[in-house]
């Protein structure tokens, strides 16, 4: 389940570039995760960071630059 919302978030935020920059503010993966639940996206920190194997770090690139999405 998680795997489809992480991607669903993915392909959405290709294709709105409004959706992607509001994400693309997020301080940290908390947060990050925080507004693609209050969006309808049905995913945790642990399970986003396993779906695309990203550390804490990684969450300040471009959600466009995410590779594999």
Same mark, same amino acid.
């Given at each position: 389940?998680?795997? =489809?919302? &992480?991607?669903?978030?993915?392909? !959405?935020?290709?294709?709105? @570039? =409004?959706?992607?920059?509001?994400?693309?503010? !997020? @301080?940290? @993966?908390?947060?990050? &995760?925080?507004? !693609?639940?209050?969006?309808?996206?049905?995913?945790? &920190?642990?399970?986003?960071? !396993?779906? =695309?194997?990203?550390? &804490?770090?990684?969450?300040?690139?471009? +959600?466009?630059? +995410? @590779?594999? +999405?």
């Amino acid at each position: 389940m998680a795997h =489809t919302e &992480v991607k669903r978030l993915f392909q !959405a935020a290709q294709s709105n @570039p =409004t959706l992607r920059e509001r994400l693309n503010t !997020a @301080p940290n @993966p908390e947060m990050f &995760v925080k507004m !693609a639940q209050d969006l309808g996206y049905d995913f945790t &920190v642990e399970e986003w960071q !396993a779906m =695309t194997r990203f550390s &804490v770090e990684e969450l300040e690139s471009e +959600i466009s630059e +995410i @590779p594999g +999405i």
